[in-house]
């Protein structure tokens, strides 16, 4: 017995010696997340409070803890402006002292954010913000893009609206990043496709007044105008072009970027039988029901955007790579989270090397009236569309963290 004891500690002095440093370790005795987004701004209805309640459930279902240290979910206002990103991602780091943030909503905010990250070495998942650059020049060894990106919106809403014969386009941008890698990606698949684009018109994000913008759309007699911006700026956009007489007509009005908060504020009469593409769609399934009903009873009826069933399924993954490697060093967690195959429920795919969370996206096609059963059936799946075409090529990545 006595030999049998010492052999088992001698053992465990071995195996303990083989485990790294951070094994088994939690900085401040909590896991802390911290839900960055934009709460009382344009793009509030997309992410905003539902991505708190989001992460706030995930924890929950978790159990509220993770080895056996309490999770803790925080929340600040950046009102998708860069500066308020960077100055509350500092402070959550800092002064909330937290572990990982997610969301960010707009592709400003979050560029500033996850700069701010990668100088503290803490993870940071972005689920709203779109652009392209965010997993590709502008990649860091501490952040995952998760949902979707202008590349993916690009093939999907891009290439279906061509593929149906309507050849020329004109864009109608934000004047920012994110509009501007929306534009240039899907002009992209227009022409490759054998499109062309006839010209487009920049407004600033949170325009009032769209009747100038959309009356140059109009002038330009172009089959198709896209809308290479979101959230109010896509509803403001829509509404005047229904004023200016150009839905019902010749042309065709695309957003590029659409959500059901989008749909649900301008109505089906307007919206019917346009098409967008998401990385998640509530009606999908019966998983995706699910987890709708219950974030549905907690948020006064409402149906889950994308981007909030994302920062659900981005903080289950977070704490599941913290319990698998006992520890949320933010490294370890990195390394767990790109060497496993993702499947919650809800998103199915896995994180490439350049952080990209590489999944099936979905082409959606808005409902008519009559055909609605409620206020959150705003529109039907017309096509999935497979994850490696969905997704730059891993072999056309300038991200610094692909190695070839």
Not at 67 to 84: E, F, R
Request: charged content about 25%; glycine content about 8%; some cysteine.
């Amino acid at each position: 017995m006595k030999k049998t004891l010492i052999a088992t500690a001698v053992a465990s002095c071995l195996l303990a010696a083989t485990i790294p440093a951070h094994a088994q370790t939690v900085s401040d005795n909590e896991i802390r997340i911290g839900v960055l987004t934009d709460l009382s701004g344009i793009y509030s209805a997309i992410e905003g409070p539902g991505a708190v309640l989001a992460a706030q459930m995930a924890a929950k279902d978790f159990g509220g803890q993770v080895l056996g240290k309490k999770i803790v979910i925080t929340s600040a206002d950046t009102q998708s402006k860069a500066d308020l990103s960077s100055s509350k991602a500092r402070e959550m780091f800092e002064k909330d002292k937290v572990d990982m943030i997610v969301g960010n909503v707009s592709t400003a905010s979050a560029l500033a954010a996850m700069e701010v990250a990668e100088q503290f070495k803490k993870v940071s998942i972005v689920t709203g913000a779109a652009s392209l650059p965010i997993t590709n020049e502008k990649c860091t060894p501490y952040n995952v893009h998760y949902v979707y990106d202008t590349y993916a919106l690009s093939r999907g809403t891009g290439k279906a609206v061509v593929d149906s014969g309507k050849k020329t386009w004109f864009f109608v941008t934000a004047d920012y990043a994110f509009g501007h890698t929306l534009e240039r990606d899907t002009t992209e698949v227009v022409i490759a496709n054998g499109g062309k684009v006839l010209g487009s018109v920049k407004h600033p994000i949170n325009t009032q007044d769209f009747s100038s913008f959309m009356a140059q759309a109009q002038a330009s007699k172009a089959e198709v105008i896209g809308l290479a911006n979101a959230g109010g700026d896509t509803i403001g956009s829509i509404k005047q072009a229904s004023e200016l007489g150009i839905m019902g007509s010749k042309q065709t009005v695309v957003p590029l970027l659409m959500f059901i908060s989008d749909i649900q504020a301008l109505g089906l009469k307007q919206t019917a039988g346009m098409n967008f593409t998401v990385g998640w769609y509530w009606d999908y399934n019966d998983s995706n029901r699910k987890f709708a009903e219950r974030f549905m009873k907690e948020f006064k009826g409402k149906a889950p955007t994308s981007v909030q069933a994302g920062v659900y399924s981005a903080t289950m993954q977070y704490l599941k790579a913290i319990e698998a490697t006992k520890t949320d060093d933010s490294d370890a967690v990195m390394k767990r989270m790109k060497s496993v195959e993702i499947d919650d429920g809800l998103f199915k795919g896995k994180i490439r090397a350049d952080g990209k969370f590489e999944h099936d996206m979905y082409l959606l096609e808005v409902k008519s009236p009559g055909e609605s059963k409620g206020p959150n059936d705003v529109a039907k799946v017309a096509k999935v569309i497979a994850a490696k075409d969905a997704t730059l090529p891993l072999a056309q990545s300038k991200c610094k963290l692909v190695t070839r």
